[in-house]
């Protein structure tokens, strides 16, 4: 089945830098890749996704890159903000019918002042 | 629109009873999946159902089964509880194949 790898487990930067998280996944079929944000007490959130038909996508001070050839998507964060620090985890789509997602194993970013 | 939503939040059981749990899906929603989150193993699909019919099943015993209502609301129950299924457990829905999955607040359950 599909494996996703995520890195890094954890990542500190300072307010107003960037952030980027990094995922692999091993089934090249896979064409769905989601981005979620979990802060604690709460359940996973969407923050932005892309299709393997696209190559990037952006929202705001959000952007999500796929290189379907490597196999890796990444998740960049400008102008980073104390509330930005959060649990962030990519998933890819299960290639067959339904809607499994693989999740990678999660990145806790912290935003310092 | 009402997001996900999961009855209860919380529950403690004790080893060797059984648990079910509600999730009621986004309006219109028609896929409710269910995931396991443990500090260990990270989140891992548990199974989905789509209009009443379990679609897709996760690598986890049959002690932990589900299912779907017509009107979309669904449940997953787990018996024989061990002191490995404490987890958060989250529901997420979706419009249909391939859709977004939003996800609701989970259900913590801890066995003692």
């Known amino acids: 089945g599909e494996n996703v790898e995520q890195h890094p487990s954890t990542l500190s930067v300072q307010e107003g830098d960037s952030a980027v998280i990094k995922c692999t996944y091993s089934?090249?079929?896979?064409?769905?890749f989601p981005w979620y944000k979990q802060e604690l007490g709460k359940g996973p959130q969407l923050i932005i996704d892309?299709?393997?038909?696209?190559g990037e996508k952006k929202d705001q001070r959000i952007a999500v890159t796929l290189n379907k050839t490597a196999k890796h998507f990444s998740l960049h964060i400008t102008e980073t903000q104390p509330e930005d620090s959060a649990v962030y985890f990519c998933?890819?789509?299960?290639?067959?019918?339904?809607?499994?997602?693989?999740f990678g194993t999660g990145t806790q970013l912290k935003v310092e002042l | 629109k009402a997001g996900v939503t999961q009855t209860p939040r919380y529950l403690i059981k004790t080893r060797g009873q059984q648990v079910t749990l509600s999730c009621s899906p986004i309006?219109?929603?028609?896929?409710v999946s269910w995931y396991q989150q443990t500090p260990g193993q990270g989140l891992q699909f548990l199974f989905e159902?789509?209009?009443?019919?379990?679609?897709n099943k996760g690598n986890f015993p049959g002690r932990f089964s589900g299912r779907q209502f017509s009107n979309s609301r669904s449940e997953m129950n787990v018996s024989t509880l061990e002191l490995g299924d404490s987890a958060l457990y989250l529901c997420?829905?979706?419009?249909?194949?391939?859709?977004?999955?939003?996800f609701g607040p989970g259900t913590r359950l801890l066995v003692l």
């Open positions: 997420a829905s979706s419009a249909g194949p391939k859709e977004t999955q939003y």
């Open positions: 089934d090249s079929a896979s064409n769905y």
């Open positions: 892309i299709r393997s038909n696209v």
């Open positions: 998933a890819a789509s299960d290639p067959g019918g339904g809607n499994k997602l693989t």
């Open positions: 309006s219109g929603h028609r896929s």
């Open positions: 159902y789509f209009s009443e019919t379990q679609r």
